[in-house]
Every structure is written in structure tokens, then in C-alpha cells.
């Protein structure tokens, strides 16, 4: 266990989530894990009292996490939030009942939908006629499954082999559910800024910087406002990822992009190609210049 002074950690709960393993996996015994109950309630815990989170990103079968993308997209993230790190981890999924139920008993399955979604070949082979329940994540499936005393044996979770294990009522019925075996999924360390000394400190990918940013042409009508590729180009940076989702604003369709950035590391045997970290600051510095002087918005969601 933690000490009392270590710092909290909040995580998309409660115990057994993938969510917590990626925290465990990345945090160990330096931090007070608490969990909340969805990815919204996890990110508005971060304070100055509670300065951690772990979110889930996006998972290489089903995508980006979108509860996670509409916190990217609030307004309280840039004052009251950072991006501090990614760590990824292989999600292995089991389908999971109460003890004593068998496949064909099963009329409808619960878990986070991002798991329903990563097994939905499977659902439609296995269990083409069940009911899908989404739940705020695949421990509370687990959770909801042994709470069902009215009908105990009709119900299934998709979630991990811990949260099956924990609970002694329930028993796995079938392991890898997954549509994919390697099957994986990114979460994002949040911080509640920007210098708040991150606990067990290791570089989250000592190979290279990287960088969130969100972007977007000035409000106005779509088809002659700036371009997503003038915006990118003006970025001049190595463009890894894009996400495009709708901004609420005054006029239709105007998007904002999460642009995920990164550029090599220097080290002792790799001076020419690569960078420091204050050379990587500047060029984001520079980056954020040249969109502003073309017109665009961008916003720094972290850098590591
Ligand atoms: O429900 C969980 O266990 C989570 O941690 C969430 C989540 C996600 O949102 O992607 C994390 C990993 C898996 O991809 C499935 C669900």
C-alpha cells in the first residue's frame, strides 16, 4: 500500500477496470488509487489535492475512446489539465457469468462499449440473439452481474480475467473474446498541470517527444475557412494521428481536429537526428505561430 503522503490517483472504476491495471502497471504502490465511476467524473476529480488521472485513449480494433475525446475537447481541459504520458496495454477479454450458467442460457451480455465493440464478431457468432448492454466499464458489468438476483442466469459480462477471478460467484465461459489477438489499448496520464513531479518517473517512449493538440480554423462557414491540410502544413511537425470531431459552436460543422505530434529524441548515440527537449518545446512554440498567423486556433494538451 501507498503511504498516506503519496499522492491520489483517480481511474475509470471501480476495481478491476482495464483502466486500473494501466495505472498499476504504470504507477505500482506510488499512489492513492481512487476510482469514479465514468471517464467524465474521473477527469473533473483532478485538482490540486487529487493531481493524477488515467483515461483510456483509443484501442487499436475499435478506436478512439469518445467520452475520452469530449474531455479533450472541454474547455476545462486547458486550464485545469495536462497530458503527461501515454502507456498502452494488450486487453484480453473474457466472457463471464454467474456460476452454473451455460452459453445457451444467455439472453443479454453488459461491458464498457469500447469491449462490446472490440468482441462483435464474436457476439454475432457465439451469441447472435443476445441483448447488448453498455455499461460505464467492463468491472461495472461484472459488478452489475452479480447484483442481478432477479435473473442471475441469463446475464453475461464481457470484462477481464481479474475482475472474474475476484468476485467468487463468477466463472469465466470463454477466454480471448476479442476479434483480434493483439488486441490493445492506449490510455492517457493526466495531470492536473503541466509541472506536478509525475510519481515513478520514466519516459513514457525514450525513443521520441510527443505532443496533443487541438486545432481549428476560425468559426465561419466551412468551405472558406482554412483547410485541414493548410492547418496541418502550418503545424509543420510529424503528424502520428488524427482525430476529427465536431466543435459546438455558433455555426454548423465546424470541426476541431486532436492532432497527435512527435519527433525523435537525441541521445548519446543519436546527436544528429535527434533532439533535446527544450529544441522540442521550441519547435512546438513555433508550430503554435504559424497556425495563429494563418488564423487558426490551437491549443497545447500536453507534451512528454
Ligand atoms: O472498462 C474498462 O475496463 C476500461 O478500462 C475502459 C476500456 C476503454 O474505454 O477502452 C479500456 C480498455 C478496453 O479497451 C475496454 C474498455
Same mark, same amino acid.
Not at 442460457?105 to 462483435?120: F, N, P, T, W, Y
Not at 489499448?185 to 517512449?205: G, N, W
Not at 496541418?232 to 488524427?242: E, G, H, S
Given at each position: 500500500?501507498? $503511504? ?51 483515461? =483510456? ?94 435473473? $442471475? ?43 506536478? $513531479?509525475? =510519481? ?5 517512449? =525514450? ?10 480554423? =476560425? ?32 455555426? $454548423? ?52
Amino acid at each position: 500500500m501507498a $503511504p498516506s503522503t503519496s499522492p491520489r490517483l483517480a481511474y475509470l472504476g471501480p476495481e478491476g477496470t482495464y483502466t486500473h491495471q494501466a495505472a498499476w502497471d504504470r504507477f505500482r504502490d506510488t499512489v492513492h488509487y481512487t476510482p469514479y465511476a465514468s471517464i467524465q467524473d474521473t477527469f473533473n476529480s483532478l485538482s490540486s489535492e487529487n493531481p493524477f488521472a488515467v483515461i =483510456p485513449l483509443e484501442n487499436s480494433t475499435y478506436g478512439s475512446v469518445t467520452e475520452s475525446y469530449s474531455v479533450l475537447q472541454s474547455r476545462r481541459f486547458e486550464k485545469d489539465a495536462y497530458v503527461r504520458g501515454v502507456t498502452s496495454l494488450a486487453i484480453s477479454h473474457c466472457l463471464t457469468v454467474r456460476k452454473g450458467t451455460k452459453m445457451g442460457d444467455i439472453k443479454r451480455v453488459m461491458s464498457h462499449e469500447q469491449a462490446l465493440g472490440q468482441c462483435q464478431g464474436f457476439l454475432s457468432r457465439c451469441l447472435p440473439n443476445a441483448e447488448l448492454i453498455r455499461t460505464p466499464s467492463t468491472a461495472a458489468a461484472a459488478q452489475a452481474l452479480l447484483n442481478d438476483d432477479e435473473r $442471475p442466469r441469463e446475464s453475461a459480462a464481457i470484462c477481464s480475467s481479474i475482475c472474474s477471478i475476484a468476485f467468487e460467484d463468477l466463472e469465466i465461459l470463454q477466454e480471448g473474446v476479442q476479434d483480434d489477438v493483439s488486441n490493445r489499448t492506449r490510455f492517457m496520464i493526466l495531470a492536473s498541470s503541466a509541472s506536478v $513531479p509525475l =510519481p515513478r518517473s520514466h519516459e513514457s517512449d =525514450p525513443s521520441a517527444f510527443r505532443g496533443l493538440l487541438r486545432l481549428s480554423a =476560425p468559426q465561419g462557414c466551412r468551405d472558406e475557412g482554412l483547410s485541414v491540410l493548410e492547418l496541418l502544413t502550418a503545424l509543420d511537425l510529424r503528424v502520428m494521428k488524427i482525430d476529427r470531431r465536431a466543435k459546438i459552436c455558433a455555426s $454548423p460543422f465546424h470541426d476541431e481536429y486532436i492532432v497527435e505530434v512527435t519527433k525523435k529524441r537525441a541521445d548519446s548515440t543519436n546527436l544528429v537526428n535527434g533532439i533535446s527537449k527544450l529544441t522540442w518545446e521550441k519547435e512546438i512554440q513555433g508550430a503554435i505561430d504559424r497556425v495563429r498567423d494563418l488564423g487558426g486556433e490551437v491549443c497545447v494538451l500536453g507534451l512528454w
